[in-house]
């Protein structure tokens, strides 16, 4: 399975951004979706998920401004970004959690999509 992500770039400051995160195939057991970055000297962190019943969890600096979604027919997770700030430039990564079987997870990352905020 490949994750390719997309939707990176270079926005100003107050601007915003989606990225798209599709799997190259179906996944089966599919569980939660995810998006981490890792700012340059910084170690990668999570940013949000949601979980296979639609659950979402973010990280605070994203509370109020990030959303995430996902189109599990698809196999696509989705991070809407508005009132983007310097302190979101970062590599985004998508991440996707399979559950086949009881005892067995399998962890997938896309390749990283770069977002530069900058005016």
């Known amino acids: 399975v490949q994750l390719q992500a997309s939707g990176g770039g270079l926005v100003q400051p107050g601007g915003f951004l989606r990225l798209s995160c599709a799997a190259s195939e179906s996944i089966f057991g599919l569980n939660a979706m995810g998006w981490y970055r890792q700012a340059p000297g910084k170690q990668r962190e999570l940013v949000a998920e949601?979980?296979?019943?639609?659950?979402?969890n973010y990280v605070d600096s994203a509370k109020g401004r990030f959303t995430i979604s996902r189109d599990n027919a698809k196999n696509t997770v989705y991070l809407q970004m508005n009132s983007l700030n310097v302190e979101d430039t970062a590599i985004y990564y998508c991440n996707v959690v399979a559950k086949p079987r009881p005892g067995v997870t399998y962890r997938y990352w896309g390749q990283g999509t770069q977002v530069t905020v900058s005016s």
């Open positions: 949601i979980s296979s019943g639609g659950s979402t």
